[in-house]
């Protein structure tokens, strides 16, 4: 069974730096877009970041200039640098990846952005 770990989570302070990762336990293939979200406290889950499997990236308006979508297509591992953190990035982050087999989310990083 697949499932997917993030990891790099923790307390900063604003104008600091993270970089979050998410890799797979278990055999997973063809792996389509994979995704950051976050949902911050008492709001939504919202979508931070995607990248294709061709590279392609798209960001929410919110973190661009300052975050960093990744693949290791050989590691099958996804990255997310933040940079420049603000107190609105405080957030549990999720990763989410598209398969031929269907979709998989992790369990969630917290990230706390604080002084």
């Known amino acids: 069974q697949v499932q997917l770990v993030e990891s790099g989570g923790g307390l900063v302070q604003p104008g600091g730096s993270l970089r979050l990762s998410c890799a797979a336990s278990?055999?997973?293939?063809?792996?389509?877009?994979m995704t950051w979200y976050r949902q911050p406290p008492g709001k939504q889950r919202e979508l931070v970041a995607m990248?294709?499997?061709?590279?392609?990236?798209n960001y929410a308006d919110s973190v661009k200039g300052r975050f960093t979508i990744s693949r290791d297509n050989t590691k099958i591992t996804l990255y997310l640098q933040m940079n420049n953190l603000k107190f609105e990035d405080t957030a549990v982050y999720y990763c989410?990846?598209?398969?031929?087999?269907?979709?998989?989310w992790g369990q969630g990083t917290q990230v706390t952005v604080s002084s």
């Open positions: 990248i294709t499997s061709g590279g392609n990236t």
């Open positions: 989410y990846w598209a398969t031929s087999t269907g979709g998989y």
């Open positions: 278990g055999s997973i293939f063809s792996i389509g877009i």
